[in-house]
C-alpha cells in the first residue's frame, strides 16, 4: 500500500478557474478562507478575504480575457500567497482617488493588510499577487 502524505507547505496549493464577473469575487473568498481552514491558519481568513476581493476585482475590471485564475499557495510555514491571473500585460497602478470616489483605493488596500505584493509577468498576461504573514513570524 502506497500511502501520501500531505506538505504543510508549498505544492499542492489551491486554485480555480474563475469567469471574469463581479460574483467571482465570493467564490474566491470562499477558495482562500478553505486554504486557510485547511492550513490551520484562520486567523488570517479576513485578511485574506479582503485582499482576495480587491486583486479579483481589479482583474474584472481591467482584464482582456472570460476567465481570471485565482492561486492560493503557502510559500513558507507562516506565509500564504494569493494571486489573480489574468490575460492583460498592464501592470496595476495605484490611482488617486478623492474621499468622494467610489473606486481607486483597492492596491492601496492590499499594500496595508500584505505583508508583500507585487506583479509576475507572464508571457500570456501577469500575475497580481498579495502575501499575507502570521503576526507571530514576523
Do not use: C, F
Not at 496595476?92 to 509577468?121: F, N, Y
Request: glycine share 10%; net charge positive; aromatic share 6%.
Amino acid at each position: 500500500m502506497t500511502m501520501t502524505a500531505s506538505r504543510p507547505t508549498g505544492h499542492p496549493g489551491y486554485s480555480e478557474t474563475l469567469p471574469r464577473r463581479p460574483e467571482s469575487a465570493a467564490t474566491a473568498r470562499r477558495l482562500v478562507r478553505t486554504a486557510l481552514a485547511a492550513w490551520g491558519m484562520e486567523e488570517l481568513a479576513y485578511d485574506g478575504a479582503l485582499v482576495v476581493s480587491e486583486l479579483v476585482t481589479n482583474a474584472v475590471k481591467h482584464a482582456r480575457s472570460e476567465v481570471i485564475r485565482l492561486v492560493v499557495s503557502r510559500p513558507g510555514p507562516a506565509t500564504v500567497r494569493i494571486g489573480v491571473v489574468d490575460k492583460s500585460k498592464a501592470p496595476p497602478r495605484h490611482r488617486p482617488s478623492g474621499s468622494e470616489d467610489d473606486s481607486g483605493r483597492g492596491l492601496v488596500l492590499v499594500a496595508g493588510l500584505a505583508a508583500a505584493w507585487g506583479t509576475d509577468q507572464l508571457p500570456w498576461g501577469k500575475r497580481v499577487w498579495g502575501e499575507l504573514r502570521r503576526k507571530d513570524s514576523w
